[in-house]
């Protein structure tokens, strides 16, 4: 079946440095999605991306988050300068073409950010 | 998107059936209802969705009642694998639009 892949699943940055985290989405898929997770809270939205640029953004994707699909298969969301608000659980997910609801997101395993 | 209440935790014993309750009253007319669950801080994982039909796939059964103000998620057979957070979610029929995630259901198979 096939997966979303992240990368790295775990990566522990100092406070105000750049982290760049990586998703690999799956291949026939259009839409691309960052939701993050902070320890013992809810999984909230960040971003939806479609076409090359951002097609929705939460209040929590303020100008420190930036996303990119810098090729054919790779996802990625950079977190400019990392606060220790910033530790979650950030989770990429894609979902086909299509309307209708036809199909559910797919979502990866995620990658464990701390900031210290 | 309309605002969905499960309760916050239920027990099952292995080999029943885990029936979970959703409460969707606002839902509007062309919004889905979409079941979800996390296993233990992995990835959200689709389990089925549904707009006014009751819906079955090979990992449970979704029932919504005529009015849609409610649905319920049935496994048939649950498993100690089935022990996870389950959330209920609303969502227009917009391909790309986010899921809103509440709190969920935290159900436990028990042996």
């Known amino acids: 079946e096939p997966e979303v892949t992240q990368t790295p699943s775990h990566q522990v940055t100092q406070m105000g440095q750049e982290v760049i985290l990586r998703c690999v989405p799956i291949?026939?898929?259009?839409?691309f999605y960052w939701y993050r997770q902070i320890l013992g809270q809810k999984v909230e939205f960040l971003v939806s991306f479609y076409n090359n640029e951002i097609s929705e953004k939460s209040e929590i994707f303020d100008d420190q988050f930036s996303v990119e699909r810098p090729d054919g298969s790779n996802f990625t969301l950079k977190i400019r300068s990392t606060k220790l608000e910033d530790s979650a659980m950030y989770f990429c997910?894609?979902?086909?073409?299509?309307?209708?609801?036809?199909?559910?997101?797919?979502f990866g395993s995620g990658t464990r950010l701390t900031v210290v | 998107d309309a605002k969905t209440t499960q309760p916050t935790s239920m027990d099952c014993a292995e080999g029943r059936a885990a029936n979970l309750p959703c409460n969707h009253s606002t839902i509007s007319g062309n919004e889905y209802v979409y079941w979800y669950r996390q296993i233990h801080s992995q990835g959200p994982q689709y389990i089925i969705h549904g707009l006014k039909n009751n819906e079955t796939n090979e990992m449970a059964s979704l029932i919504i009642t005529e009015d849609r103000k409610s649905s319920t998620l049935i496994l048939p057979h649950a498993t100690l694998r089935d022990t996870a957070v389950y959330y209920c979610i609303v969502k227009g029929e917009t391909s790309g639009s986010r899921l809103t995630f509440g709190e969920g259901t935290q159900l436990t198979v028990n042996p």
């Open positions: 291949s026939n898929h259009l839409y």
């Open positions: 997910a894609s979902s086909p073409p299509g309307g209708y609801g036809n199909y559910g997101y797919t």
